[in-house]
């Protein structure tokens, strides 16, 4: 089983508040990405890092950031969460020409 | 832009049916990955295939790359509960550091 870890897994929060959701590899991987997913259903890209201090905003818009000042950790940020927000949010991380590895998920959600 | 459609969106079938689902590229793919999600779960890798008309094999699952390179299909044979979960295909994006995901396929056994 692949080492990348997500936290919180449950989050329940009210509108307007500012949340971080964590992720971190223990793999050494330089590809990281965040998607966005209701239960069950198609995997939403939002962000990517292709290494260290590079990101890129992916094909769903999103009203969150994310940073990549470490090799393993890939926290992404949403200033003012909103009920659209409510949604499980995945992390995962590759080997160049692998496959990716996928966290747990955080499942949110805005009140 | 590129795209991966997959199909059917669910598929209900007795326990001990079969089970297929088929994914088409609006493009060449250099290869195309397939990925498990539990429900309740993350998505988990499965096999990636390469070549032309690539047919490989895990148990009771069969998984064919089409000779043009641009659909893929998953069959499983005599379907068990621990089979229930979506089935996603991918293929590689036009950076090659992302994947196009196909929308899943839905496998429910009936009660």
């Known amino acids: 089983e692949a080492d990348i870890y997500q936290t919180p897994r449950y989050l329940v929060i009210g509108t307007g508040k500012k949340i971080t959701l964590e992720c971190s590899q223990t793999m050494g991987h330089d590809k990281m990405y965040w998607y966005q997913q209701d239960p069950g259903m198609e995997l939403h890209l939002i962000h990517y890092s292709y290494g260290v201090n590079s990101t890129e905003k992916g094909d769903l818009s999103s009203e969150s950031t994310v940073s990549r000042i470490r090799t393993e950790h890939f926290p992404l940020t949403l200033e003012s969460a909103r009920p659209s927000h409510t949604s499980q949010y995945l992390c995962?991380?590759?080997?160049?020409?692998?496959?990716?590895?996928f966290g747990p998920g955080t499942r949110l959600t805005v009140t | 832009g590129q795209q991966v459609m997959q199909i059917p969106q669910y598929q209900h079938v007795q326990e001990g049916e079969d089970f297929t689902t088929y994914c088409n590229s609006s493009t060449t793919l250099s290869n195309i990955q397939w990925y498990k999600q539990r429900p309740g779960g993350h998505p988990v890798f499965l096999i990636q295939l390469v070549k032309s008309g690539e047919v490989k094999k895990q148990k009771r699952l069969t998984f064919q790359f089409g000779e043009a390179k641009k659909n893929s299909s998953l069959h499983i044979t005599a379907t068990q509960t621990t089979d229930v979960g979506t089935y996603f295909c991918a293929g590689p994006g036009d950076s090659n550091y992302q994947l196009i995901w196909g929308a899943g396929t839905k496998l429910i056994i009936k009660p």
């Open positions: 995962a991380s590759k080997k160049e020409g692998y496959e990716q590895y």
